[in-house]
């Protein structure tokens, strides 16, 4: 099985892609140093997988402790970058901290794949890179705009350097990024699902939280935008076709024959939705009726963002199979199954 290491693979989205990496043959390897995730999800992905996971407890951004992996693992094939700070409020308040770690983590990355002749690797990157982008659906060639965040700027700058990393071709070397729009939802199994510290910024666990008690009724930040309902308009993607894209970007990689290549992809669901109707849509698939409240627009908000997908299910022979509902159930099914533990 060819091994794949896996940069903060304990995450809401690195745990969900290693499972689809098991699932679909590959041998997932991961790294994380619980800064931002639990150890408790090793053992969700256990459930579903029926191995435990290789784990590697270090932090990314340690270049002696990375390259004792690539030395004991030996033939690394290919490398999946999630482990990232990632919490937009935090990053303005702490923006150094994340250029270090963000850029770091990178940096130590892309020294040792080329010291170790290790030429894949897909980057976790987000929708952030475009800010509030003037034509909609966005496509990959949208110009970024200044970032809106040192979160985002991380995030464009990362994208830049593995350009122009591939582009000098030293040595082989294979990328695609990956511009996740929202990821929202858990794994149908209820093992593994988002895993947020303290009060969840996100909409969605805000909401399961709310509607388990846990949070007061959700305050909806502004209906007075230029939408549908006067509430932001989003791409809410299922975290597990998101998890299937990456899948897809390695297979992608491993076909490609050229010894430099870098491309990006947006991976979204190409559908746009309102915080209302997202609000809605938890409460058709479970039923429950949400108590909620409008409340003044939260600084730094975009007004309306969704992907243009078309390059992702032409090129990468990628598309999304799972609603939103489909989501919202997945997502309240994960509360529950937290609360019973
Ligand atoms: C979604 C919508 C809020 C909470 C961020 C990052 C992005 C990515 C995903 C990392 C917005 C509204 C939210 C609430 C609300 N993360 N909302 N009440 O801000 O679109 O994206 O997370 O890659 O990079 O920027 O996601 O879930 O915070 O907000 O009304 O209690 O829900 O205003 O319109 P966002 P979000």
Request: aromatic fraction near 8%.
């Amino acid at each position: 099985m060819s091994k794949i290491l896996v940069t903060g693979g304990a995450g809401f989205i690195g745990s969900h892609t290693v499972v689809e990496l098991y699932q679909s043959g590959y041998e997932p390897i991961i790294v994380d140093n619980f800064s931002n995730s639990e150890r408790s999800v090793l053992k969700g992905i256990e459930t579903i997988i029926g191995k435990a996971p290789k784990i590697y407890a270090i932090d990314c951004n340690d270049k002696l402790e990375m390259e004792e992996i690539f030395q004991q693992e030996k033939s690394i094939q290919g490398i999946i970058h999630f482990a990232a700070y990632k919490a937009v409020g935090e990053s303005v308040e702490k923006p150094l901290e994340y250029f270090h770690n963000n850029l770091g983590s990178m940096q130590v990355l892309l020294e040792l794949m080329l010291q170790y002749n290790t030429s894949q690797l897909v980057f976790s990157s987000s929708c952030t890179v475009y800010g509030q982008p003037e034509k909609l659906p966005v496509t990959e060639q949208t110009p970024f705009l200044p970032a809106q965040s040192p979160y985002g700027a991380t995030k464009q700058m990362c994208e830049e350097i593995l350009r122009q990393t591939v582009a000098i071709g030293h040595k082989p070397l294979k990328a695609i990024s990956l511009r996740y729009f929202n990821p929202v939802g858990a794994h149908p199994s209820a093992q593994i699902g988002e895993l947020p510290r303290g009060v969840p910024g996100n909409l969605v666990p805000f909401i399961t939280q709310s509607a388990a008690g846990l949070r007061p009724p959700i305050t909806v930040f502004g209906n007075d935008y230029n939408t549908s309902d006067g509430t932001c308009v989003r791409d809410f993607i299922h975290v597990v076709d998101l998890a299937k894209a990456h899948v897809k970007a390695l297979q992608l990689l491993e076909k490609e024959t050229s010894d430099s290549y870098y491309e990006v992809f947006n991976i979204g669901t190409g559908k746009g939705s309102t915080v209302l109707e997202a609000i809605h849509a938890f409460e058709e698939a479970t039923g429950i009726k949400l108590q909620y409240k409008i409340g003044p627009r939260r600084p730094g908000d975009i007004e309306k963002i969704y992907a243009e997908v078309n390059k992702s299910s032409e090129v990468l022979n990628w598309h999304t199979e799972l609603s939103l509902k489909e989501a919202m159930r997945d997502a309240w099914n994960w509360q529950q199954k937290l609360q019973s533990k």
